[in-house]
């Protein structure tokens, strides 16, 4: 039997650029679409090969499918911990089945072999209006389809308070932040350094963008004298698990015509949160929904 190796490969990489790019949107992960191809590429490669290789064989193509998910979740998330990877692998294993059944139906009724071996140039020609038309659609989804549904996300408006300073906030509120309260009992959101820069002595916002870690803005809060104000919190999500350096300070909440004022711990990113847009702060809903009295 004749194995076109051009199209074997066509069909696993658009396959797995799609499980990976769903499963990150699923998992609220971002990532460039640099590394997003790359793993893609990486995968397609060396999938073609084994199923050429060991064309036939089912406990192969197990082994393989076994050996591509765990290559594609440690390649493209990292995570740090196993909880966290079969996490991942389940919600990626997940998106392969329904990939994989829609690529069953699609060649199950096609003409696809015919085409190959009786009309090799016009197929050349499909392929080639196919794979622009699915880079096409792959652009719009990234660029323009997430950007629509990131704005009907909810955002409310806050304040910033850290003693005499203070700085306004628009905070996005995310049903997947899992962050709730500090050891302190303080609820967490997280912070662009750019949104709350007018907090902080002028020393420190210069210094602070050479901080490439949480240990780093702590060391440089001690030089500055104001650690006491700064506390460490660790988290672990489904996207990945690290530190972050928090302010200590107050926040008024606006939200659906009320006002609370809560103490919070500000982890600071040092960046901007989205790129293009204005949202300069995230809070978990099921926190929000707490400091506001629901249910």
């Known amino acids: 039997m004749k194995i076109y190796a051009d199209m074997l490969f066509s ?3 658009f396959m797995d650029l799609f499980i990976i790019y769903a499963s990150a949107v699923m998992l609220r992960y971002k990532n460039g679409i640099k590394r997003t191809v790359t793993v893609a590429f990486a995968s397609a490669f060396m999938g073609s090969a084994f199923q050429i290789v060991f064309y036939g064989s089912a406990v192969a193509n197990v082994m393989l499918g076994v050996f591509l998910l765990g290559f594609m979740v440690k390649a493209y998330f990292k995570p740090r911990e196993i909880r966290i990877f079969m996490h991942q692998s389940s919600v990626m294993l997940m998106v392969s089945f329904f990939t994989a059944g829609f690529f069953v139906w699609l060649s199950g009724y096609s003409n696809l072999k015919y085409f190959a071996v009786n009309y090799f140039s016009f197929t050349i020609m499909v392929f080639a209006v196919c794979f622009t ?3 096409g659609i792959f652009w719009l989804w990234h660029k323009k389809i997430r950007q629509i549904i990131f704005e009907r996300k909810k ?3 806050a304040e910033l308070f850290w003693g005499e300073n203070k700085t306004d906030i628009r905070v996005f509120v995310d ?9 302190g009992g303080r609820s967490i959101i997280i912070v662009s350094f750019f949104e709350i820069k007018s907090l902080l002595p002028h020393g420190f916002v210069v210094e602070i963008a050479e901080c490439k870690m949480a240990e780093d803005i702590l060391a440089l809060a001690q030089n500055y004298g104001i650690s006491d104000d700064f506390e460490m919190i660790s988290f672990s999500t489904a996207a990945g698990a690290g530190n972050l350096a928090c302010l200590k300070c107050r926040c008024n909440f606006r939200c659906d015509g009320k006002k609370i004022m809560a103490d919070v711990s500000a982890g600071i990113f040092v960046g901007n949160l989205f790129a293009g847009n204005d949202c300069g702060g995230i809070i978990g809903a099921e926190e929000l929904n707490n400091l506001m009295g629901g249910d």
């Open 133 to 135: 038309a699915a880079l």
């Open 11 to 13: 069909i696993n990489f």
């Open 155 to 157: 955002y409310i408006d």
């Open 175 to 183: 049903s997947g932040c899992m962050l709730e309260k500090s050891p």
